[in-house]
């Protein structure tokens, strides 16, 4: 899903979602892909779908998440195929989220299987080329009016890919 005119370090975001100020085209993309779209006080969204190379996404590749302490009061990170839907895998792990992640700085694997660590993992079995959403709910004042300054965005490394490419 293709946002529009927040960009912070690949992580794009358009933050007339869920506003009165969003036109059709912007409520349309909103009702296809699904998202909540509640106004920006209440929580905004970011995707990318690029690693931090500008590779796309994809599901014969591990990568590492890594972040710290977001600029909101809650916040996650969901993986969506290409259709903007979750894989239609088992694994019951297509999230992080603050909870889990703890406060301050944290790292996931993103991978179709399991790491061999117990640390977080989100699954990419069966997502084929993917983006990823982070939600930032009760987003500080600070984040609304700055995004470049306030947010520092999750990196992604890719580790390594199938075939090792």
């Given at each position: ?106 790292s996931a694997v993103i ?55």
């Open positions: 899903m293709a946002f529009g005119d927040v960009d912070v370090g690949g992580w794009r975001s358009d933050f007339a979602v869920g506003s009165k100020a969003a036109d059709p085209y912007t409520r349309a993309r909103v009702a296809r892909h699904g998202l909540l779209a509640l106004a920006k006080t209440e929580a905004v969204y970011f995707t990318r779908a690029t690693d931090d190379t500008g590779a796309p996404l994809r599901e014969a590749c591990s990568y590492r998440l890594s972040g710290g302490q977001m600029p909101a009061g809650w916040w996650s990170v969901t993986l969506y195929d290409r259709q903007s839907m979750l894989p239609a895998n088992t694994d019951g792990a297509l999230s992080i989220d603050a909870e889990r992640a703890g406060g301050g700085a944290w991978a179709p299987a399991r790491p061999a660590d117990d640390g977080l993992w989100i699954s990419s079995r069966g997502a084929g080329s993917f983006d990823l959403t982070l939600r930032l709910y009760m987003p500080s004042a600070a984040l609304l009016s700055a995004p470049d300054t306030a947010l520092t965005p999750p990196r992604i490394e890719r580790i390594s890919c199938e075939g090792g490419e």
